[in-house]
């Protein structure tokens, strides 16, 4: 006479079923967690971002209003070289920071977390009389290319330098540079044709046959 005896007990069974659940819905609340932060991360650069724009932008109003202030006063004296000169800077330093905020709000950088330290280096390093205009960056920072313009030749290496001391871009080499006077504008009626008193310039990480 045999007799078969159950080891299994169902109820080990069911407890390892719902820990086996458990465990799978705390992966997924983690997950969600780790979604969450990224994108409050990315929230918050783009609010830095319209920050800085808006106080570039009420900035600039200020000094145009300036402008318009002392040229009144001192009609018909001719306007201040230097002081045009700032608000002409000033706004191509807005047209820069709209640019990086439009690539960052329309998501042609795809992960921006990866590139953040690279914006903030261009961000903190800035040169008088020489601002960017555009830039791309492809894979791990391997493939760069910067696109600006400047007031002098000799502000473009200057400003090489000041990124090498970034460590988002320590180490970063350009192969290649292209440097060339902007196209001139059609003279309107009645009006001399406007000479840009500035120089246009690329940067590519590798060589200039690659870039193209």
Do not use: C
């Amino acid at each position: 006479m045999s007799q078969q005896i159950n080891l299994v007990n169902p109820a080990f069974r069911k407890q390892r079923e719902w820990f086996a659940a458990l465990m799978l819905i705390q992966a997924l609340a983690a997950l969600i967690v780790i979604v969450l932060i990224f994108y409050g991360y990315q929230y918050r650069q783009v609010l830095l971002l319209e920050k800085q724009n808006k106080a570039g932008a009420d900035a600039l109003a200020l000094e145009q209003a300036r402008l318009v202030k002392v040229a009144a006063e001192h009609a018909p004296r001719q306007k201040n070289p230097a002081l045009q000169a700032q608000v002409d800077e000033m706004e191509q330093q807005l047209k820069g920071e709209e640019a990086v905020l439009e690539v960052l709000q329309s998501g042609a950088l795809g992960n921006t977390q990866g590139y953040s330290g690279y914006m903030r280096a261009f961000a903190r390093q800035t040169v008088n009389g020489l601002w960017l205009t555009g830039f791309s960056i492809k894979g791990a920072g391997k493939e760069m290319r910067l696109g600006g313009r400047t007031l002098r030749p000799d502000l473009v290496p200057a400003y090489i330098l000041r990124l090498n001391q970034e460590v988002a871009t320590q180490g970063r080499s350009f192969a290649a540079l292209e440097m060339q006077r902007p196209k001139l504008e059609p003279a309107a009626k009645d009006q001399p044709q406007k000479i840009p008193n500035y120089l246009e310039f690329i940067l590519h990480s590798n060589s200039a046959e690659d870039a193209k």
